[in-house]
């Protein structure tokens, strides 16, 4: 049974390495973040978006980038992932499951994806993954869990999980992720904590799920911090000054349970914008500052629940 084969996977990451690339913007036609219009070719053809892809993986690991994260549900992107990594020897990989992409590469659709974390759901999706990464996957994610998910209960899903090969996490949303890490922390298979990284919303905007992430940090997880930019939001935010992205995603990469920073970068100007954020150095005061800019947890979900698919 494979539990810590790569759990130190990210302990040599600094500066630049500490951002990771998402794939969630570039590996299908239609998402949630704000200014896609401007940002992605007219015509997102499947192969428009994978010559976009290429192009920002290509950049973003000649600037000093080392981990890339996808999913099933983001359209392509797995398959795009695992098409570039042949000859990027130093490049790490990881995807989720949990969400089945449904929206047939159109950019407004009726559902656009999916969720299913059963065991079935499973091994339907680690199977497809495994058919396009083989051994290259490092680290295989429990995609968008909430309290209430039974990937946190389902044993025979836990004994699954931690015989696959890949290091287990899993990913958070929604307004209680706090509660859903606190009881991901607790998951054990024969003894041995089954997850050894999560992946949750943090940003200026929703904060919420800092406690819960330093007590993962302290019991040895790797911590991985997606829509720093909260999906767009903060991109022209002018309390942020000139330079809204690299603030916002130094104040994440400042936190100091943070393993990796994730850019959803669209664009080669916006990825190599964001790649300041590892030169971006904010001080105390800055910080308590920008801590003003929080929202309630829930009025943030709520807010991104209502954002339009574009």
Do not use: C
Not at 80 to 95: E, Q
Not at 199 to 212: I, K
Not at 240 to 263: E, N
């Amino acid at each position: 049974m494979v539990f810590d084969r790569v759990v130190d996977l990210f302990d040599d990451f600094t500066g630049v390495a500490r951002i990771g690339l998402g794939l969630a913007a570039v590996g299908r036609p239609g998402y949630i973040n704000l200014g896609r219009g401007r940002d992605l070719p007219s015509d997102r053809t499947a192969e428009a978006m994978r010559l976009r892809a290429y192009e920002l993986m290509d950049r973003a690991y000649a600037g000093g980038v080392r981990y890339f994260d996808a999913a099933r549900s983001y359209g392509r992107a797995e398959e795009f992932l695992a098409g570039w990594l042949p000859g990027h020897d130093r490049a790490v990989a990881g995807s989720k499951w949990g969400y089945t992409y449904t929206a047939d590469w159109r950019v407004t659709a009726d559902v656009h994806e999916v969720k299913d974390h059963a065991v079935d759901a499973y091994e339907r999706q680690v199977s497809e993954s495994r058919a396009l990464f083989g051994d290259r996957l490092s680290l295989y994610q429990i995609h968008s869990v909430t309290p209430d998910s039974p990937a946190l209960t389902d044993t025979e899903l836990h004994r699954r999980l931690a015989d696959q090969g890949a290091v287990v996490g899993l990913s958070t949303s929604g307004p209680a992720q706090g509660d859903a890490i606190r009881a991901a922390l607790a998951v054990e298979v024969d003894g041995r904590p089954l997850f050894r990284s999560i992946q949750a919303t943090w940003n200026l905007l929703e904060p919420s799920a800092g406690p819960a992430l330093a007590e993962a940090h302290d019991a040895g997880l790797v911590v991985i911090v997606k829509e720093a930019m909260a999906n767009g939001r903060l991109a022209t935010l002018e309390a942020l000054g000139a330079a809204p992205d690299a603030v916002a995603l130094a104040a994440a990469l400042q936190q100091p349970w943070a393993t990796i920073v994730l850019s959803g970068a669209a664009t080669a100007g916006q990825l190599d914008s964001n790649l300041r954020a590892a030169t971006t150095t904010l001080s105390d005061a800055d910080l308590d500052r920008l801590a003003a800019l929080a929202e309630p947890a829930t009025d943030y979900w709520k807010t991104r629940s209502g954002l339009p698919w574009t």
